[in-house]
């Protein structure tokens, strides 16, 4: 059984009337003086077996994904953003207030 439905019309027999559906094509051709179109389109056999709910699956899941480390990515950035503020911060009291301790005698 073929996979593909293949329809030569000449385009004065109403072209533009034909329903073209998902996945179909078409093409014009000139031969002998005549306007042809070739109107391609899968057959419901084809659809039926080809059909496959992963698409819808598989989308909304990885955009979920992509939303996680984008958010992972972020607070990551801040994180450490945040700690290199709190290590100049630190270092500054350090400076200003360390006083090395005195000696320690016996």
Request: hydrophobic share 50%.
């Amino acid at each position: 059984m073929a996979a593909v439905h293949a329809l030569l019309i000449a385009e004065d027999a109403g072209f533009a009337d034909f329903a073209i559906g998902t996945l179909s094509d078409s093409r014009r051709l000139h031969v002998a003086g005549r306007k042809w179109a070739v109107l391609m389109h899968p057959t419901s056999v084809y659809l039926a077996r080809h059909a496959s709910p992963y698409p819808k699956i598989i989308l909304p899941g990885n955009l979920l994904l992509t939303l996680v480390l984008v958010i992972w990515v972020v607070r990551a950035v801040t994180s450490r953003d945040r700690l290199k503020e709190a290590n100049a911060s630190l270092e500054e009291a350090q400076a200003r207030y360390w006083r090395p301790a005195p000696p320690v005698t016996w």
